[in-house]
C-alpha cells in the first residue's frame, strides 16, 4: 500500500474531510488532495503531524513496515495544538437515539459543530444545547434557537434575550404574541415603549386597548387618572381577553406595577 492509500484510510476511518485534515495540520484542502492523490509529498513537519494526530509511528506512516496501533475507544479527549490554534472534542460513550449523551467541541478559529443530548461547542444543537450558535429544546447562545431559548438574539417558543423573538419574549427588544421589554412589538405587550395589536401596557402604549402613562388607542385608561381609572382599566382587560383569564389577571397585575 502506497503512502497516499495508508493516508486516505486513517482519514476515512476518522471520519474526517479532507478540510477538516487540512485544518488540524495547518496546510490547505489542496495540498492533502494532493498528497491523496500522489501528486505531491508532505514535508517531514506535516508527516509528523499526521502521524501524531493518528497515532501512528512515522516509520508506518512512510514506509507502512509497522501495524498501526489498535483503534481507540469511542472515548475520546482530544487536544490539538498546530501552529498556535487549538482545539477540544470530547464524546461520551453512552448514546440515545443514535447521539452521544455528551458532545463537547470547540475551536478557536473557524465554526465546529457538537452534536448529542448535552451539546457545548461553536455550533451546538442537542436536546439541551450551548454555544456561540445553538439549537435544542433547552438553548443558550449568542445566537439561539429552541423551544426554551437564552441568547443574545433568541428566538423559540419562550425567548428570554437583548432580542427575544417567541410566543412568549422578554427582552431589551421582544416580539412575539406575549412581549414583555424595554421595546415591545406583541398582540399583548407591556413594558417601556409598546406597540400592540390588542392590549398594551405600559410607559408609552399604542394599541386597541392602552393602559399606561401616555398612549393612544380605541380606548386608553391613564395609569395617572387615579384608582377609579385604573379598575376600569383592570375591567377593560378582562373583557377584551375573553377566555385567557391567566393572561387577563397578569396584565392586570402589571398595571400595579407599571
Known sequence: MEFQHRLYDLRRKAGMSQEELATVVGVTRQAVQKWESGASKPDMENLTALARYFSVSLDWL???????????????????????????????????WGLPLVHIHFRDRGLVRARGIIALGNVATGLISCGIFSTGVLSLGVLSLGLLSLG????????????????????????????????????????GVVEATEIAVGAVTHAPLSIGWEGTGSQFFSLQGGPAEVQAAADAIRAACGNHSWLAEFLVSLTNMV
Open 62 to 96: 512512510i514506509t507502512g513496515t509497522e501495524a498501526p496501533p489498535a483503534a481507540p475507544p469511542v472515548q475520546t479527549i482530544v487536544n490539538h495544538y498546530c501552529r498556535q490554534c487549538w482545539e477540544y472534542e470530547y464524546q461520551s460513550q453512552r448514546t440515545l
Open 152 to 191: 443574545c438574539l433568541a428566538a423559540g417558543l419562550a425567548a428570554l434575550g437583548c432580542v427575544a423573538i417567541g410566543t412568549i419574549a422578554l427582552g431589551g427588544i421582544a416580539l412575539g404574541w406575549l412581549g414583555l421589554g424595554g421595546l415591545v412589538y406583541a398582540v399583548y405587550g407591556a413594558g
